[in-house]
């Protein structure tokens, strides 16, 4: 396949891009060379800035109630999961049952406060900032992209993209990474049957083969078509995945279900990405049982434990992996609109085989005195404890086994403890 | 007019959706400048293209469960959109609208999720008159199409599916809500770093009162005609000073200043009014009309960018004597320029309707395929629009580029068939240039073409039989179609 990326064309020149192709025919071949019993790494994006101090309530903090006085979760309502490293207890939104399950299982890590010094409050910036893992950075190869450039491998399903747009993350030198949110559209149609069918193909084969490096935007179409015929039998393979799990019949549910049935058939994808919308919860949050963020909290609740409860069935819990993370928390104040404005300190959760569970860094103290350390922006917005970093550094080199050092750019060693 | 990298051509498929038969005999007499001339002033064409829907000449609309709806159905406000890309005698007016869409990007769901399904469509597209209550966003995007932008930025902050989406609606003086204040400077202006927290704070109290209120003679938000508009509300309004980091006015300094709240509603005009007149606005619009109209494989020259600037600024924020700049620009026509940008998935749809046909053929089929290439009208995935350029391309989306081209010229397959000529059937070469006649991909290599040519004389050896051209002709349309030469415009 070629080895050209999609944004790299536009923010970076096509002057850096080199394209080098492998027949098609052996892709299938190397990936499962790859093998099925590889690690994988599942990326949950909570697309919108993820309300923080209501997924991990604090509900011990006046300051929680006084300053949410229609979006606070009820303490008699939070489950409850323990307390921080200084003794203050925090409680997960009342939907999180099925996490806190997992929790309960010793297999979800919750890490509070992540973010990054000055942390962007745009929803481009900051997930540009996620993705390049370089809060000075918001343009070229991701973090993800960087490790798999570092594989070397030339199958594009190396990679599995559920959503329709390539995140920031995934941007690769090396590797095209296909967007699949259904596998069931992924097929490929002619005018005609049988042999005229067949010829037909061959012909887009050899058109889409053709192309030279001087005009690299369209070499770069000509090597997703090429993309495309060489992944369409092993993507087919995972329509018929039938799980004993019954997955809600949501955006994530189903994209969950088909990472799942992904792994089950052994295509050889080693990242996939997933996400979810709906959290830049501006207006009608609602608190504990009814409102917007109480449906969002369902949403993830219950595609991800379908999921963990799918690969643990299927014996491919110790093989996976799966990390959450949004561009930024929210402000701490409600608005007049029930909700919640752009803020800064986020939270991260991890879970799978190997992850050892439990609730990472401190809570904050949401007292508004601009003195609090642990609040920034005059005591409007968390302020973040923990480089998120660190956690990505602990992922690369802990769960995929690569040196964070190069592929983040710096040594970031130093995170938690959540492997 | 030939088809291929003729200025004419370009043109058409920059500031219009391509070129139809009929559009090729309309525009292939005229010079380039009349062309342009042509396109710019469009008022002069008239405005009738939604009396063709239903029409037996024209590509046809699918209705669901009785009438065609587009003012209180989405499905079908979507179908009238592109109906009016492959038809309208003004496209640059539906270029600009489709261009406006993107930059102001408003999705209907969480329209919709906020008001109900009714109320959302109209707040979207609704035609003036044709049912009570204020146009909808499209309508307001094509009649200010070329205007003032001022003008546009003012009408999109007082647009009420705007007021939903960015929930100004909700925006009040003792709780300020900063959606729609971060966003109008971060997306719809001067951009991110020209503006700090502070900023944002004061933005949001500037529209603190832009308010909706239901108009319901029916009793009922379900029905027609029912309607939300646009008030203020001026006991809801902060009436204090606010201070920015940027100049307000020449006046005023930096500071738009305490007004009693009758008179608040001049604070977001004010607003307004300076960062629609910032010099780093027009340099943003200027950007992203170059890579709108001329490039995206090249940034703006300093040159291009100054002088669109310039342009704006003297005009008093007119979009139409920057577009007019911009393509008479010499940057327009360079060689470089051909093909440099990626098409949308609905430019896609609509050129090659346009280019293959559409006798019997409903544009309610693209429906689906333009979900699944990434791009379905007023529903783009966020405030930030959708992703352009390579970022169109992926995989899957290529396969569903390719599978609107299988079902759009297996529709169409005996017109095809029907249009080529006895004389140019002989050899399986002439077949495919009688082919290529009709469509505009960038040129081929030896190579593409070659394996146009093979694929016409596989199989049972060539005779130009009705038969053999009925089973060729669609498939060439579809790999002509599905190639990557054709995903540019």
Do not use: C
């Amino acid at each position: 396949m070629a080895s050209i990326t999609r944004r790299r064309f536009i923010r970076d020149g096509v002057a850096a891009v080199t394209i080098s192709y492998a027949a098609p025919a052996f892709l299938s071949d190397i990936a499962r060379a790859q093998g099925a019993s590889s690690r994988n790494l599942v990326v949950l994006y909570l697309s919108g800035g993820n309300d923080a101090l209501n997924t991990v309530v604090p509900y011990t903090d006046p300051f929680y109630y006084s300053r949410r006085p229609n979006i606070a979760v009820p303490a008699g309502q939070v489950l409850q999961i323990g307390t921080d490293s200084a003794g203050k207890a925090v409680g997960f939104h009342p939907r999180l049952t099925g996490l806190r399950d997992i929790f309960n299982e010793g297999r979800l890590a919750v890490v509070q406060r992540t973010g990054y010094e000055n942390s962007s409050r745009s929803h481009f910036q900051g997930t540009d900032i996620w993705g390049t893992a370089d809060p000075g950075t918001t343009s070229g190869v991701g973090w993800l992209g960087r490790y798999l450039d570092s594989l070397g491998s030339t199958d594009p399903l190396v990679a599995w993209n559920t959503t329709r747009e390539t995140p920031r993350a995934l941007v690769s030198r090396t590797v095209g990474v296909p967007a699949i949110p259904d596998a069931r559209a992924y097929s490929f149609a002619s005018p005609n049957t049988g042999a005229e069918a067949v010829a037909e193909r061959d012909a887009a084969t050899r058109m889409a083969a053709g192309s030279d490096s001087s005009r690299p935007h369209l070499a770069f179409v000509n090597s997703t078509t090429l993309g495309a015929f060489g992944t369409l039998d092993r993507v087919g393979s995972v329509v018929s995945y039938q799980p004993a799990t019954t997955y809600p019949n949501t955006g994530l549910g189903l994209a969950l279900k088909t990472v799942a049935g992904a792994m089950v058939r052994g295509v050889g994808t080693r990242i996939f990405w997933v996400s979810t919308g709906g959290f830049d919860t501006h207006s009608n949050e609602g608190n504990a049982g009814a409102g917007g963020y109480a449906n969002l909290m369902t949403t993830v609740n219950d595609g991800v434990f379908a999921f963990y409860s799918d690969l643990k069935n299927q014996g491919l819990l110790s093989s996976t992996m799966l990390i959450q993370f949004s561009e930024f928390g929210r402000r701490i104040s409600e608005n007049g609109s029930q909700g919640t404005d752009h803020g800064a300190g986020a939270v991260m959760m991890a879970l799978g085989g190997s992850v050892r569970g439990g609730l990472y860094g401190t809570t904050p103290s949401l007292d508004p005195d601009p003195a609090n350390p642990t609040l920034e922006n005059s005591g409007a917005d968390v302020r973040y404890e923990t480089d998120f970093r660190s956690v990505y550094a602990k992922v690369l080199d802990s769960w995929l086994g690569v040196n964070s050092v190069s592929v983040l750019g710096g040594n970031f060693k130093s995170g938690p403890n959540i492997l | 007019m030939p088809r291929g990298d003729q200025p004419i051509d370009h043109l058409l498929r920059r500031a219009g959706f391509g070129a139809s038969a009929a559009d090729v005999a309309l525009y292939g007499g005229m010079s380039l400048s009349s062309a342009i001339g042509q396109l710019l002033d469009y008022q002069r064409q008239p405005d009738e293209v939604d009396s063709k829907i239903g029409q037996d000449a024209y590509v046809g609309v699918t209705t669901r469960g009785g009438m065609f709806s587009p003012n209180t159905n989405i499905e079908d406000a979507r179908q009238r959109w592109l109906f009016r890309m492959v038809h309208s005698q003004r496209p640059l007016q539906e270029k600009m609208a489709l261009f406006w869409h993107q930059h102001f990007a408003t999705a209907y769901s969480k329209v919709a999720g906020g008001t109900n399904a009714i109320q959302a469509t109209k707040m979207m597209a609704l035609v003036p008159g044709q049912l009570p209550g204020p146009q909808g966003q499209l309508e307001l995007f094509r009649s200010r199409a070329l205007g003032k932008f001022r003008d546009l930025l003012i009408e999109v902050a007082r647009d009420p599916a705007m007021l939903v989406w960015l929930d100004g609606r909700t925006n009040t003086r003792t709780r300020p809500q900063e959606n729609f204040g971060r966003e109008v400077m971060e997306l719809f202006t001067f951009g991110i770093g020209n503006y700090t927290e502070q900023d944002v704070y004061a933005a949001a109290r500037v529209f603190t009162g832009w308010n909706l209120r239901l108009v319901n003679p029916a009793g009922n938000a379900q029905d027609p005609t029912s309607y939300y508009e646009f008030v203020y509300n001026a006991n809801q309004h902060e009436t204090a000073a606010k201070t920015f980091t940027f100049p307000i006015s020449a006046s005023a300094g930096q500071t738009i200043p305490s007004r009693a709240a009758a008179d608040g509603m001049q604070d977001g005009i004010d607003f307004l009014t300076a960062l629609a007149s910032h010099p780093e606005t027009a340099r943003r619009l200027a950007r992203k009309l170059w890579n709108f109209f001329i490039s995206e494989q090249e940034s703006a020259p300093v040159a291009f960018v100054e002088g669109a600037a310039g342009v704006y600024l003297k005009n008093d924020t007119e979009i139409r004597p920057l577009v007019d700049y911009v393509l008479r620009s010499t940057w327009f026509l360079d060689s470089r320029s051909l093909y440099a940008r990626y098409s949308w998935p609905v430019e896609f749809v609509a050129r090659a309707v346009k280019e293959t046909g559409w006798q019997g053929f409903s544009i309610d089929n693209a429906r689906t395929p333009l979900a699944n290439m990434g791009q379905t009208l007023f529903e783009p995935p966020d405030v930030n629009g959708w992703e352009l350029g390579a970022g169109w391309i992926s995989t899957g989306s290529m396969l569903s580029r390719m599978n609107f081209a299988s079902t759009l010229a297996a529709n169409q397959k005996f017109n095809l068939a029907r249009e080529v000529p006895t004389a140019l059937r002989t050899t399986p070469d002439r077949f495919v240039s009688a082919m290529l006649e009709r469509f505009s991909p960038m040129a081929y290599a030896d190579g593409a073409r070659a394996a146009l040519v093979g694929y016409v004389a596989s199989g049972a050896a060539w005779t130009g039989s009705d038969a053999q051209v009925n089973t060729k002709a669609p498939s060439v349309a579809r790999l002509i179609l599905g190639s990557a030469e054709y995903q540019f415009v």
